[in-house]
C-alpha cells in the first residue's frame, strides 16, 4: 500500500496573522493553547483530509511548508531517500509523548517529513498518527517547527559534492601592465 500524508506544517515569522487567516478563510479550529505559540490544526473534516500545524521559525529561520508522510520503518524510507538522490535534514527522532520522525530534502531542495507509523487501509488519517506536538524552546525546533531536531549528520548526505574550483580574476590589460611596472620596481630595489 502506498504511504500516506498524514500531517502538513506552515512556517512563517508572521504565524499568528495565519493563525487568523487561515482560520477565517477555511474554517479551521487553529488551537495555540501552548508557550510556544505553535497552531496545531483541526481542519474539521473527520473521515477527510488531514490536519497540520501553522507555528514560527526559530530566530532567523525561514518559512516553508513541509508536509509529513507516514511510513512504516523510517530508517528503510530514509535508506531510499538517500539513494534516490536526497540528504537527510534530520535524523529520526521519537518525541517525548508523541510520534517518531524524521526529515529529508528531495533533490530538487524541497524539505519533507517523515511520521513513522502502520498504515491502515481506509481508516482515516486521523487515527493513523498523532500530530508531532510542541516541544520545549530549550531543544531547538525542527526547522522551526516545534519538534525535536537533533543536529543533522554530515555523512548522511546522498552524493558528495565536488569542492569547486577557484575562478581566475578577470583583470583588465591596463591593470595587468600596471602591475607588471609594479612588480618590475620592486625586484629593481631588491638588488641595490
Known amino acids: 500500500m502506498p504511504d500516506p500524508v498524514v500531517h502538513f506544517?506552515?512556517?512563517?515569522?508572521?504565524?499568528?496573522?495565519?493563525?487568523?487567516?487561515?482560520?477565517?478563510?477555511?474554517?479551521?479550529?487553529?488551537?495555540?493553547?501552548?508557550?510556544?505559540?505553535?497552531?496545531?490544526?483541526?481542519?474539521?473534516?473527520?473521515?477527510?483530509?488531514?490536519?497540520?500545524?501553522?507555528?514560527?521559525?526559530?530566530?532567523?529561520?525561514?518559512?516553508?511548508?513541509?508536509?509529513?508522510?507516514?511510513?512504516?520503518?523510517?530508517?528503510?524510507a530514509l535508506s531510499r531517500v538517500i539513494t534516490e538522490g536526497g540528504r537527510i535534514a534530520m535524523s529520526k527522532t521519537t518525541v517525548p509523548n508523541g510520534p517518531t520522525l524524521a526529515q529529508f530534502f528531495d533533490p530538487a531542495g524541497h524539505l519533507m517529513g517523515l511520521i513513522e507509523g502502520a498504515n491502515q487501509p481506509d481508516s482515516g488519517p486521523r487515527s493513523r498518527v498523532a500530530a508531532p506536538s510542541p516541544r520545549p524552546a530549550a531543544t531547538s525546533q525542527a526547522g522551526a517547527r516545534g519538534l525535536l531536531r537533533p543536529r543533522p549528520k554530515a555523512a548522511v548526505a546522498a552524493k558528495p559534492k565536488a569542492k569547486p574550483k577557484p575562478k581566475k580574476r578577470k583583470v583588465s590589460a591596463k591593470k595587468a601592465n600596471k602591475a607588471k611596472k609594479s612588480a618590475k620596481k620592486r625586484k629593481g630595489k631588491g638588488r641595490r
Open 9 to 76: 506544517e506552515i512556517i512563517s515569522p508572521d504565524a499568528s496573522n495565519l493563525h487568523r487567516f487561515y482560520g477565517s478563510v477555511f474554517g479551521w479550529k487553529i488551537a495555540v493553547d501552548n508557550p510556544f505559540g505553535y497552531g496545531m490544526v483541526d481542519t474539521r473534516t473527520p473521515g477527510r483530509g488531514i490536519n497540520g500545524g501553522i507555528g514560527a521559525p526559530l530566530p532567523g529561520g525561514r518559512g516553508h511548508f513541509t508536509i509529513y508522510v507516514q511510513v512504516p520503518n523510517i530508517d528503510a
